[in-house]
């Protein structure tokens, strides 16, 4: 029998933050003598299959049944932290329930069970949120990654899994890790983010944001560049948005993050290999995959390695309007990151020869940037142009300059185009978009804030 302890079944929604220092010592006792009772002397195969609020209410109801056939008398909020701690350690996430029902959190770092960090607003800061110890931290690592058949232990001691409202999810555990059981939650919004979104939070200007558009509407090939937590994937999110809704879009991801509100939309996530390392299923076989299930354009959550190669073929053989991410610090860097995934794939193939297999497949590099104040900018949009006499070069049409920093340490600067008239302007004439040559001009800092 499944113990309900062991396997979450629903996600509860907290409707007030919980503290979790462990210093009630008599709730603490409280909470382990009546799991141990919910354990022995309740039908848990029954009680698992309730519904979410069922389940609640079933547990109240035993609880404070065993409270009153034991005659134990505690506080009004004594007992509510028990209730919640129970249905959070028996069903939930314990103590990160909180953290995860908290729409202002972003992400969540675990140091370690006494040192746990969010980051609200770009900012990281520390909580107040505690473990007991670092077992108490595993358990709550192995009942994330159980359900989606995944392990984590000696053999095995990185894990990158998911919660099940799609909040990505990475694990380390001794002797990699120094500091005990090192935990990384990067959550998912209820609502993916929306281009008015971007432009509210000053990531960048209309003008961009309208030739973005236009850039997917036209099956232009767009790579997204950016370091870790630049905001490559919600970028990807928010430009795929443009896709028009006749064409069959296919994404290939390593942690399935994307979420396209559209029809005709199929996702495949790779797996890693079995206890006995056997059953890997790679992004680069997914890609070779995708081809043949009729698509007209493939999304690539990420590439990394030699998948790169097979999605420049891709995009070089007929399926315009692809885009990936790769992790990159600026557009000439991507470029490079991939001729050398490419090289990884294994291709004998002169430098040279790689370079043009790439400059012929790309159109459009758009880099992302966290800044230190903790915002994210797209800080660079850029054409790879190709020249008659079969060089190529990165131009860039869009940028952020910055102009300093104010007495709050917040990032001062604006968005302007560069004066550079980028050549896809032909294509997306064709694509019956008119967009003006005018948006490419030099303008004053005061225009485009």
Known sequence: MSSLF???????VQKKSTSYHYENHLVDDLVEHYKARLLRDT????????????????IEQLVSQFMSEEKVIISRNDKELLITRILDESVGFGPLEPLINDASITEILINGYQEVYVERLGKLVLSDVKFRDDDHVRHIVDRIVAPLGRRIDESSPMVDARLPDGSRVN????????NGTLVSIRKFRSEPFQVED?????????????FMEGVVKAKMNTLISGGTGSGKTTLLNVIAASIPFGERVITIEDSAEL????????????????VEGKGEISIRSLVKNALRMRPDRIIVGEVRSGEA???LQAMNTGHEGSITTVHANSPDDALR??????????MDLPSHIIREYIVGALDIVIQATRLTDGTRKIVSISEVRKNGDGTHEIKEIFQFKRTGINEKGEILGYFTPTGYVPQCLERLRVFGIDFPESAFRDVQEEVYR
């Open 337 to 346: 990151r991939v001729e050398a995934m490419v090289i990884m794939a294994g």
């Open 198 to 210: 971007l432009l509210n939070f000053n990531s960048l200007n209309s003008v961009m944001a309208t």
């Open 259 to 274: 979420r396209l509100d559209r029809p005709n939309v199929v996702g495949m996530e790779a797996r890693p290999a079995n």
């Open 171 to 178: 694990a380390v555990i001794s002797p990699i890790s120094l």
């Open 6 to 12: 062991e396997k979450r079944k629903e996600k509860f």
């Open 309 to 311: 190669f097979d999605m």
């Open 43 to 58: 039908n848990l195969e029954a009680l698992t299959q309730l519904s979410q609020g069922e389940m609640r209410l079933k």
